[in-house]
């Protein structure tokens, strides 16, 4: 299963809506218009509107910038992106556009890129709770853990109440396997924000490991419906139905979230997981390949891939899977290991 944390547009952006200035009326009429819709999050009419400003001004960068805000939260990527450039080549000062361009690139996968443009205002925004958030997502995705914790830490600081860094905070601490630590992040998060998609499907993740399957079903029940069609938490629902043996309704959902993101290490391990459980060790080993090609530090991942090695014959295989999963500090491939590899 997949802690969630700063992936896919999972957390929501500060929203900048900034007052424009020495623009025409009309454009500027425009731009207000697009701002109502925006915080009615009605993306496209507050697009549109948006495009008349720049229409009527095409150097009216607080336009481009909240144009790039609606595109993203449409799901728009590459066009939020185009936007938040224009905003800044127009006003290279423009501090709230690097702020929403960082975060766009860290959906994007692009960390590197986003701690330059957090770097460039860090000295505006290094007190600013949010900030510290998004630059604690950018150190996550660098694998710099100690500066993601010291970033989430200052976050939390200077806003106790702020769910999203405790929430992110907290998956940190489950990916470092300190669970306790992750547990009370998530319950703090929890109990500020009980609707937090994010938070309740990394619950869903720590019910899971307590072998509370029908709990932490009901938990990642919760996040999709807040937030329908969201590949990993799909992809989690189906876990935790191949755990409950229930692999006919797990597999319509392992489909749909490779549809949907087909990069998905975690995934692919999980229908491994499914050709296992269904005896059909060759398209296991396919799988479990495609996901060891992707990330072979997903959990168990070594320890599938030597039953479907033992599977289909390939004893000395299994036990090279099983070595490298102990080697990791799998403890059920260590165990297959002893059992099966003397």
């Known amino acids: 299963m997949q802690f969630v944390q700063r992936i896919a547009s999972l957390i929501s952006l500060t929203l900048f809506l900034l007052c424009c200035s020495d623009k025409t009326d009309e454009a500027a009429q425009f731009f207000l218009r697009g701002n109502v819709q925006l915080q009615k999050r009605e993306y496209k009419p507050a697009i549109r509107y948006y495009t008349e400003a720049l229409k009527k001004k095409p150097d009216f960068a607080d336009a481009f910038s909240n144009r790039g805000l609606a595109r993203f939260r449409d799901g728009d990527r590459a066009g939020a992106l185009t936007d938040y450039t224009k905003a800044i080549e127009t006003d290279p000062n423009f501090e709230a556009a690097y702020y ?24 505006l925004y290094r007190d600013s709770t949010f900030y510290q958030t998004r630059l604690g997502d950018a150190y996550v995705l660098l694998n710099n853990v100690s500066q993601a914790q010291a970033a989430y830490d200052r976050a939390i600081q200077l806003d106790p109440r702020n769910a999203e860094a405790l929430t992110n905070r907290g998956a940190l601490f489950f990916n470092q396997k300190q669970y306790e630590p992750a547990k009370a992040d998530l319950n703090a998060a929890l109990q500020l924000d009980p609707n937090q998609p994010e938070a309740l499907n990394n619950q869903s993740l720590l019910l899971a490991r307590e072998g509370r399957y029908a709990e932490a079903l009901k938990a990642v029940d919760r996040a999709l419906s807040l937030q329908i069609g969201q590949p990993y938490y799909l992809n989690n629902k189906a876990y935790l139905l ?56 997903v959990d168990q991942l070594y320890f599938y891939l030597g039953q479907a090695y033992l599977a289909t014959g390939n004893r000395p295989k299994a036990c090279e899977a099983w070595a490298r999963g102990s080697t990791a500090e799998d403890e059920q491939a260590k165990k297959e290991a002893q059992r099966n590899c003397k």
């Open 242 to 297: 191949l755990m409950l043996n229930r692999p006919d309704e797990a597999l319509p959902l392992l489909r749909e979230s490779l549809r949907r993101n087909d990069t998905n290490a975690w995934a692919h391990r999980n229908l491994g997981l499914y050709y296992l459980t269904k005896g059909q060790p060759a398209e296991a080993l396919s799988q479990l390949q495609r996901a060891e090609q992707l990330d072979a530090s």
């Open 100 to 123: 929403n361009r960082a975060d766009a690139l860290l959906d994007s996968g692009n960390p590197t890129a986003a701690l330059a443009d957090l770097q460039q205002i860090e000295t």
